[in-house]
């Protein structure tokens, strides 16, 4: 059976290729197999997967290593095209990829931010680069040649941004700039910014070129890799896979806390560029084609020429139809191919299609007003006009602004797709093809489970149909609800990285025989007193990831008291809370308590589908006083379980944040004076370590400030990121004050 699985496998894996092949003559084909024997030895060799096939990509499509299939892909037309330096350069990248790559513990909500994946990206191509120039030597001789070869992808995509959003967009910019500055460090030159680059862009990469290099030298050495080396973390030695994985994520770590705050202030200004672009575009299209006056877009086009003055309003009308007039010209070019009715192309798909067909169409795109094909000239604007017209974009009804916003960042989002293909391999391990494996919606019962139910049926058929129908109803009330508050889960995140990060920065540490780099200072006291080098212990390495310093319970009242609007407004607070702990990869623990405790988030597990489906129960559990549960409010054995619970963490720092309105009503099994709830309190304050602050949310809660010294009361969501960030940073610096 297994024999009769491998050559199965051996013959689909022949079978693509042979498709692929069969686009060549026979010459072609020959070579092009023997380059892919010679640079599968070499994928093999460094990638230290003996298994990984190596296997043609569509022509064109360029290479990447496919983490879900462990595949890796090569162009045929380069292996046409290009010399074999080249080649072995590339294939080696992709092997390194397949080494020392690791994504699947970014939470998808971080990865799906636009402009995050490119920034991580063009980062973890130099860290690749750099782990597999110091393993295999001859890899730096042919890095030159091919990063000289390859410096045009900027180039190519300035171009192509001009054609599709009609500006450069700055984050893309400061990508690639890390990029040429790894590229001169690896060369033995000095950091030199480039001369050419916008202020703003200049002054964040300025910013973060330390923490970039930081995490392009945060990789294990080979003799690591491969397991003959180990290193302590958090008191235990690990070496091979797992210390592969804890390199990774301290990559990924100085990525998200030091680069990337920096560089989503890019992101947030291509993404008010380009909500300027949308509103342009809808004026041209009106203009293009000879709407009636009093349509909404037009309306909009009028206000805001009354908004300018006489100079503004001829330099925006030219500029309009500049872009009218290169559509029209697009769509006369393209509608040439028409004439050439034998002449074959390709379609998106790479399909072959007639040349009357590849016209036609590419005409009516041009003259139908294609989104991309003739945007307005942004960075041809003034910087008056273009502050007038942001000015009138902040003046719209919210609803207008929040469909430019989104539009503008779907375009955005859609344009960093395009560059990371180009930056494939790259990290084709991503959280986005998590999601498409799906954890999306929620699963059905385990296998076991499933061929239980399917022998029964009556009662529990129905029982497993009106569970399911509540899973999926619970996990889509989450959604709902956390749709209602990402501007605050983005505000508050902000806020707590900056407070949370601060305490948490690493260090690099002296003492080694090797290591990213020197200490120079101890290595001339090292030569002083006559230390060769090669007994030299003045290297330095980056601290490994230690376990995080905090760890943050929340505790959330589901007594009947909170029924209506206050456990309406508290489950947005809950949700707004774990998604930012989550995303600051906080250890977290989420609780629900009445006459009993909840769990939802246990500490170390990570925010998961399943989870976010069982919090979305939280607001039926008010309902609920089947068996009493719901009657009772048992705040003070409630928070005395929870201190116990997070007094078993290691953090030096720990949180319990009581979410409720502040109004015990004890049920007969957690009743008297032992769980009197300012007793708990006090307790707590007394004998524990642990930072415990009451917060009620929404109208009605005030009673929070009788019990809970550290408090906040009557608190609306909209405002919650702002004081709930004020309230922590007071705690954690001043908490003996209180």
Known sequence: MFKELILGNIKE????????????????????????????????????????????????????????????????????????????????????????????????ETWRQPGFSFMMNSIEDPRDNNFVADSYHKFREQMELAYEEDFDIEQKHKEKAQVELGYTPRFMQAGFEYIKQWFRESCGENFEISEDLPDDVREVVEKTLASARDSWLTYPSKKMADGQESEDVNGKEISGEELIREYAKLSYEINLEEIWPEFKKLIEKDQEDQKMQELLNDMKQDKGEGREDGDDSSKMSEDLKNKLSGDEQKELEEAINKALDKAEKEGDDSGKGESHGGEKSEDENGDKVDGEQSGTKSAEEGRGGSRSSAPIDIDSLSD????????????????????????????????????????????????????????????????????????????????????????????NIYEKKRREVLDVIDRLESDL???????????????????????????????????????????????????????????????????????????????????????????????????????????????????????????????????????????????N?????????????????????????????????????????????????????????GEGTQHVEKFYPNSLANIEVKEMGKKLAQIIKEVIEHFDKF
Do not use: C
């Not at 095209?81 to 790559?101: N, T």
């Open 384 to 475: 008056d006009l273009k502050k007038r017209i942001k000015e009138y974009i902040d003046g719209l009804p919210d609803d207008k602004q929040k469909d430019l916003e989104d539009k503008a960042k779907k375009a955005i989002k859609d344009f960093e797709g395009e560059i990371n293909k180009d930056l494939e391999g790259k990290l084709s391990d991503n959280p986005e093809k998590r999601e498409d494996e799906g954890d999306g919606e929620p699963q059905e019962a385990e296998p076991e489970i499933r061929e239980k139910l399917k022998e029964d049926s009556g009662e529990l058929k129905k029982y497993r149909e009106k569970i399911e129908k509540s899973l999926r109803s619970d996990a």
């Open 497 to 639: 990285r900056e407070i949370f990060v601060q305490r948490a920065a690493r260090k690099w540490q002296s003492g080694f025989k090797s290591g990213k780099r020197i200490d120079i200072k101890r290595r001339i006291q090292e030569k002083a007193k006559g230390v060769p080098a090669m007994e030299s212990k003045a290297w330095q390495k980056r601290e490994m990831p230690a376990e995080k310093d905090y760890a943050i319970t929340l505790l959330v009242d589901l007594s009947g008291s909170m029924r209506g609007e206050k456990i309406n407004e508290t489950f947005k607070a809950v949700i707004v809370l774990s998604e930012v702990l989550n995303r600051l990869s906080v250890n977290t623990e989420i609780l629900g308590f009445n006459d009993r405790l909840y769990e939802y988030q246990e500490f170390g597990t990570d925010m998961s589908r399943d989870i976010r489906a069982n919090m979305g129960g939280m607001l039926e559990e008010v309902e609920n006083f089947d068996g009493g549960r719901a009657n009772y409010n048992d705040d003070g054995w409630a928070i």
């Open 641 to 697: 379980q929870a201190s116990t619970r997070l007094g078993k963490q290691k953090a030096s720092e720990k949180f319990l944040l009581v979410l409720s309105d502040g109004l015990p009503e004890e049920s007969p099994e957690h009743s008297g004076g032992e769980y009197d709830l300012e007793r708990q309190v006090d307790e707590i304050l007394k004998n524990t370590e642990q930072k415990l602050i009451g917060l009620g949310i």
């Open 13 to 108: 894996k022949q079978g693509v290729n042979n498709e692929v092949l069969s686009h060549f003559s026979l010459e072609q084909r020959q070579k092009l197999e023997k380059k892919r024997k010679i640079l599968s030895s070499l994928a093999f060799f460094i990638g230290k997967d003996f298994e990984i096939p190596v296997e043609f990509n569509k022509p064109g499509q360029g290479w990447h290593w496919d983490f879900k299939n462990n595949v890796i892909r090569i162009d045929p037309i380069d292996l046409l095209e290009k010399p074999m330096d080249y080649l072995r350069f590339v294939i080696s990248h992709e092997g390194g990829h397949r080494r020392i790559s690791r994504t699947d513990f970014i939470p998808l």
